[in-house]
């Protein structure tokens, strides 16, 4: 996407509704690194904008209304998760805005008015009302647009300078075709849940895997041998450290040559019946290739980041930051359509 039209569309379409706010000084400082500051109307307006994302489009995973305050894995709270992710963010991006010298970077005539249409679309868009709850003064709109762009641009001269590749050998995919021998259960209890398996039902699923391997291993086509017999053969690429379709069947087929079969493998709920069809799956392998090379670039630019955060004092002013609470307002985004024009699709509370 473009960057015109990527800052467009993130700035152009939040909606909010009140149910409480504790005071917010526009001008306060939440985070410093040197002589850039973040201020509280930035640092509002972004967690905003993020917010208006979950809201939006994964409340409905993550729990729905009351999503802020269900328990996320690492032990917090969503809204103090992702909070604390966005703090996170405000300090890499005032380090960033302060390291742009030392990468000749800087914002273009074109970066410049995709800013202002950012600002102009969002104006548009939102009541004075609801640009007051998010902070949305053309001034913060801008200064958060402002700063996603230097990060964009930060990052890309970061990770041209990292000395990082992928070889061949690191990237390699194989590819095969497998059959899937579910086990199942027979059980005639009334407790739905009761999904145990006996022995003697493991077996007969094993037995019926093993005929299957036995007539395989004489078929020229075993996907369509698989079909002939009523049941369906998928398809998947692999290297050692992948766990699908099971880490069981990976182990067996990763020792084998194109063209070979595993035989029978269990796994705790399956039997299964693979062949390997190639040693390098060129198209999976090149999108691995890609897939570790982001990987070894993103670990170079956090290297960077935790290098000038030791370097440089960062002062965070949590009490302000406190006060943006996600649970006292919602945030959602418009529904724009095709021909520009939005309707609002923030809920009361």
């Known amino acids: 996407m473009k960057k015109r039209a990527l800052i467009l569309a993130l700035a152009g379409i939040m909606a909010a509704s009140l ?33 208006a994302q979950y809201e939006t489009y994964f409340a409905s995973y993550f729990g729905g209304d009351d999503m802020w305050t269900k328990n996320a894995s690492d032990g917090k709270t969503y809204e103090e998760s992702i909070k604390e992710t966005l703090l996170d963010d405000l300090k890499n991006m005032a380090l960033l805005e302060k ?48 700063l996603m762009v230097i990060e964009q641009k930060m990052r890309s001269a970061i990770v041209a300078e990292a000395n990082v590749n992928v070889t061949d050998e690191e990237a390699v995919q194989k590819h095969m075709q497998y059959v899937e021998f579910d086990y199942t259960t027979s059980s005639d209890s009334s407790d739905s849940s009761d999904t145990t398996v006996s022995d003697d039902e493991k077996k007969q ?27 369906e053969a998928k398809d998947a690429t ?27 493998v269990e796994s705790d709920t399956a039997c299964y019946v693979a062949k390997v069809t190639s040693l390098n799956d060129e ?25 000038w955060k030791k370097e440089e004092k960062i002062t965070v002013h949590k009490g302000t930051w406190n006060k943006i609470d996600f649970t006292k307002l919602s945030v959602k985004a418009k529904d724009t359509s095709t021909t520009g024009t939005s309707t609002d699709s923030a809920s009361g509370n």
Request: hydrophobic share 35%; proline share 1%.
């Open 19 to 51: 149910t409480g706010c504790g005071s917010l000084k526009d001008d306060a400082v939440v985070v410093k690194a040197g002589d850039e500051e973040i201020t509280a109307g930035v640092a509002n307006f972004y967690a905003r904008y993020t917010q």
């Open 99 to 146: 390291h742009m010298k030392d990468y000749d970077v800087k914002l273009t005539k074109a970066d410049k008015k995709a800013i202002d249409d950012a600002a102009e679309e969002f104006d548009k868009a939102n009541s004075q009302k609801k640009k007051d709850k998010v902070s949305g003064s053309e001034e913060n709109v801008k200064r958060v647009m402002t």
């Open 238 to 264: 692999f290297d050692s450290d992948s766990v699908s379709p099971s880490k069981e069947v990976v182990k067996a087929a990763d020792k084998l040559g194109e063209g070979e079969l595993t035989g029978v």
């Open 205 to 231: 699923v094993k037995e019926k895997a093993a005929a299957f391997a036995e007539g395989a291993k004489t078929a020229e086509d075993f996907a369509a041998y698989a079909t002939g017999l009523g049941t």
């Open 283 to 307: 198209a999976a392998t090149e999108s691995k290739k890609q897939s570790l090379l982001t990987e070894k670039q993103d670990k170079y630019y956090k290297k960077v980041l935790k290098k």
